[in-house]
């Protein structure tokens, strides 16, 4: 039977415990508006799952379904305009 105690260094390496460097917070960064968009659709979607969607929540729904797409939009573009010969 083989051990698998070599393989635990792996799992359990000191690596693991390092800070996200600049670029990567830059682009969390980058990325909030989506983030809080998803966010706050989540938590309409949360809100009726225990009961029927009245009116109210149906609008809120889809008001929040419309920011996460014009996040996604703005960030897609932002992408397209970074990239050299691309767009204009």
């Known amino acids: ?25 830059d682009a969390i960064e980058q990325e909030m508006p989506l983030i809080r968009a998803e966010v706050e659709l ?9 009961r029927p969607a009245n009116e109210l929540d149906a609008r809120r729904i889809r008001r929040a379904r419309r920011r996460v797409l014009a996040a996604r939009r703005l960030l897609a573009n932002k992408a397209t305009a970074q990239v050299p010969g691309v767009g204009a």
């Open 1 to 25: 039977m083989k051990t698998i105690a070599a393989l635990q260094d792996l799992v359990t390496a000191a690596s693991l415990d390092i800070e996200p460097s600049a670029a990567e917070l």
């Open 42 to 50: 989540l938590d309409a979607q949360i809100m009726t799952i225990d």
